[in-house]
Protein backbone atom coordinates (compact mmCIF):
# COMPACT_ATOMS: atom_id res chain seq x y z
CA UNK A 1 0.00 0.00 0.00
CA UNK A 2 1.18 3.44 -0.61
CA UNK A 3 1.60 5.83 2.10
CA UNK A 4 -1.06 7.80 1.02
CA UNK A 5 -4.46 7.03 2.54
CA UNK A 6 -2.24 4.06 4.97
CA UNK A 7 -3.01 3.96 8.60
CA UNK A 8 -0.18 6.04 10.04
CA UNK A 9 -1.14 8.37 7.07
CA UNK A 10 -4.60 9.43 8.40
CA UNK A 11 -2.60 9.62 12.07
CA UNK A 12 -0.11 12.38 10.14
CA UNK A 13 -3.28 14.30 9.19
CA UNK A 14 -3.93 14.50 12.94
CA UNK A 15 -0.60 14.63 14.86
CA UNK A 16 1.99 16.28 11.87
CA UNK A 17 5.34 15.11 12.44
CA UNK A 18 4.99 14.16 16.06
CA UNK A 19 6.33 10.75 17.34
CA UNK A 20 4.33 8.16 16.34
CA UNK A 21 4.53 4.77 17.73
CA UNK A 22 4.14 2.29 15.15
CA UNK A 23 4.23 -1.75 15.38
CA UNK A 24 5.42 -3.85 11.93
CA UNK A 25 7.27 -6.36 10.25
CA UNK A 26 10.39 -7.39 8.60
CA UNK A 27 10.92 -10.14 6.32
CA UNK A 28 14.82 -11.68 5.52
CA UNK A 29 14.67 -13.71 2.72
CA UNK A 30 17.36 -16.70 2.54
CA UNK A 31 17.81 -18.52 -0.98
CA UNK A 32 20.03 -21.46 -0.80
CA UNK A 33 23.47 -20.26 -1.17
CA UNK A 34 22.40 -18.52 2.08
CA UNK A 35 22.27 -14.82 0.50
CA UNK A 36 19.84 -12.08 1.87
CA UNK A 37 17.30 -10.09 -0.63
CA UNK A 38 17.69 -6.70 0.15
CA UNK A 39 15.80 -3.86 -1.32
CA UNK A 40 16.72 -0.19 -1.93
CA UNK A 41 14.61 2.55 -1.14
CA UNK A 42 13.46 5.09 -3.44
CA UNK A 43 13.59 7.91 -1.08
CA UNK A 44 16.52 7.55 0.57
CA UNK A 45 19.21 5.05 -1.97
CA UNK A 46 19.81 3.08 1.48
CA UNK A 47 19.23 -0.72 0.87
CA UNK A 48 16.97 -2.36 3.28
CA UNK A 49 15.02 -5.36 4.13
CA UNK A 50 11.53 -5.54 3.10
CA UNK A 51 9.61 -4.03 6.20
CA UNK A 52 6.56 -2.12 6.56
CA UNK A 53 3.83 -0.66 9.41
CA UNK A 54 0.71 -2.68 10.26
CA UNK A 55 -2.47 -1.30 8.88
CA UNK A 56 -5.64 -1.72 10.85
CA UNK A 57 -6.18 -5.49 11.44
CA UNK A 58 -3.55 -6.63 10.68
CA UNK A 59 -1.51 -8.93 12.53
CA UNK A 60 2.40 -9.38 12.22
CA UNK A 61 2.52 -12.32 10.01
CA UNK A 62 -0.15 -10.66 7.36
CA UNK A 63 2.15 -7.30 8.05
CA UNK A 64 5.31 -9.28 6.64
CA UNK A 65 3.46 -11.31 3.81
CA UNK A 66 2.03 -8.07 2.19
CA UNK A 67 5.20 -5.99 2.62
CA UNK A 68 6.79 -9.01 1.13
CA UNK A 69 4.68 -8.82 -1.76
CA UNK A 70 4.24 -5.10 -2.49
CA UNK A 71 7.83 -4.33 -1.89
CA UNK A 72 9.91 -7.61 -3.80
CA UNK A 73 6.80 -9.47 -5.31
CA UNK A 74 7.17 -12.48 -3.23
CA UNK A 75 4.36 -14.49 -2.45
CA UNK A 76 4.93 -16.64 1.27
CA UNK A 77 2.60 -18.70 2.52
CA UNK A 78 2.02 -17.56 6.92
CA UNK A 79 3.55 -21.12 8.12
CA UNK A 80 6.66 -20.24 6.28
CA UNK A 81 7.37 -17.58 8.03
CA UNK A 82 10.08 -17.69 11.02
CA UNK A 83 10.30 -15.61 13.58
CA UNK A 84 13.81 -14.73 14.87
CA UNK A 85 13.57 -11.00 16.29
CA UNK A 86 12.18 -8.14 17.70
CA UNK A 87 13.37 -4.59 16.88
CA UNK A 88 12.02 -1.98 18.79
CA UNK A 89 15.52 -0.48 20.72
CA UNK A 90 14.59 3.30 20.21
CA UNK A 91 18.51 4.30 19.22
CA UNK A 92 17.88 2.32 16.18
CA UNK A 93 14.79 2.09 15.25
CA UNK A 94 13.37 5.46 15.20
CA UNK A 95 13.19 6.98 12.06
CA UNK A 96 13.12 10.62 10.91
CA UNK A 97 11.88 10.89 7.54
CA UNK A 98 12.65 13.44 5.34
CA UNK A 99 9.38 15.44 5.86
CA UNK A 100 9.88 15.96 9.34
CA UNK A 101 7.75 13.11 10.57
CA UNK A 102 9.32 10.88 13.26
CA UNK A 103 8.46 7.13 13.95
CA UNK A 104 9.56 4.81 16.75
CA UNK A 105 9.20 1.56 15.24
CA UNK A 106 8.69 -2.09 16.67
CA UNK A 107 9.42 -4.71 14.07
CA UNK A 108 8.71 -8.12 14.63
CA UNK A 109 11.65 -10.47 12.51
CA UNK A 110 10.72 -13.02 10.29
CA UNK A 111 13.11 -15.55 8.32
CA UNK A 112 11.93 -17.10 5.18
CA UNK A 113 13.32 -19.58 3.41
CA UNK A 114 10.40 -20.98 0.50
CA UNK A 115 8.96 -18.36 -1.62
CA UNK A 116 6.83 -18.00 -4.80
CA UNK A 117 6.99 -15.34 -7.62
CA UNK A 118 10.04 -13.66 -9.15
CA UNK A 119 11.62 -11.47 -6.90
CA UNK A 120 11.25 -7.19 -8.67
CA UNK A 121 11.28 -4.09 -6.83
CA UNK A 122 7.24 -2.40 -6.68
CA UNK A 123 9.23 0.48 -8.31
CA UNK A 124 7.35 3.04 -5.79
CA UNK A 125 9.22 2.77 -2.68
CA UNK A 126 11.93 0.15 -3.79
CA UNK A 127 14.24 0.82 -7.11
CA UNK A 128 15.84 -1.79 -7.23
CA UNK A 129 16.59 -5.44 -5.11
CA UNK A 130 19.49 -8.05 -5.25
CA UNK A 131 20.75 -11.16 -3.09
CA UNK A 132 23.87 -10.20 -1.04
CA UNK A 133 26.36 -12.43 1.39
CA UNK A 134 25.04 -11.10 4.87
CA UNK A 135 29.19 -10.77 5.30
CA UNK A 136 29.19 -8.23 2.67
CA UNK A 137 26.38 -6.09 2.77
CA UNK A 138 26.35 -3.66 0.19
CA UNK A 139 26.39 0.74 1.35
CA UNK A 140 24.75 2.37 2.14
CA UNK A 141 22.43 0.47 4.47
CA UNK A 142 19.12 1.49 6.31
CA UNK A 143 20.73 1.04 10.09
CA UNK A 144 17.40 -0.69 11.22
CA UNK A 145 18.60 -3.38 8.43
CA UNK A 146 21.68 -3.93 9.65
CA UNK A 147 20.97 -4.76 13.17
CA UNK A 148 18.08 -7.23 11.50
CA UNK A 149 20.76 -9.00 9.54
CA UNK A 150 22.93 -9.38 12.97
CA UNK A 151 20.28 -10.51 14.62
CA UNK A 152 19.27 -13.08 11.97
CA UNK A 153 22.79 -14.13 11.98
CA UNK A 154 23.04 -14.54 15.94
CA UNK A 155 19.61 -16.52 15.76
CA UNK A 156 20.92 -18.96 13.25
CA UNK A 157 24.09 -19.13 15.76
CA UNK A 158 22.53 -19.86 19.09
CA UNK A 159 18.66 -20.69 18.11
CA UNK A 160 18.04 -18.05 20.29
CA UNK A 161 15.03 -15.33 19.32
CA UNK A 162 16.42 -12.10 19.71
CA UNK A 163 15.24 -8.82 21.10
CA UNK A 164 16.87 -5.10 20.66
Known amino acids: MAFEGSYLWRIRQKLGSELVLMPGATVLV?????????VRRTDTSEWCVPAGAAEVGDSF???AI??????AGLT???RDLVPFGCLSD???HTVKYPNGDITHCFA???AVRSWSGVPAPDLEE??????????ELPIPMYR??????EMYEMFKSNGQFQVS
Open 30 to 38: ENQQGEVLL
Open 90 to 92: PGI
Open 76 to 78: VEE
Open 108 to 110: MCF
Open 144 to 149: PAVKVC
Open 126 to 135: MSDLAFFNPA
Open 61 to 63: AKT
Open 66 to 71: NELKEE
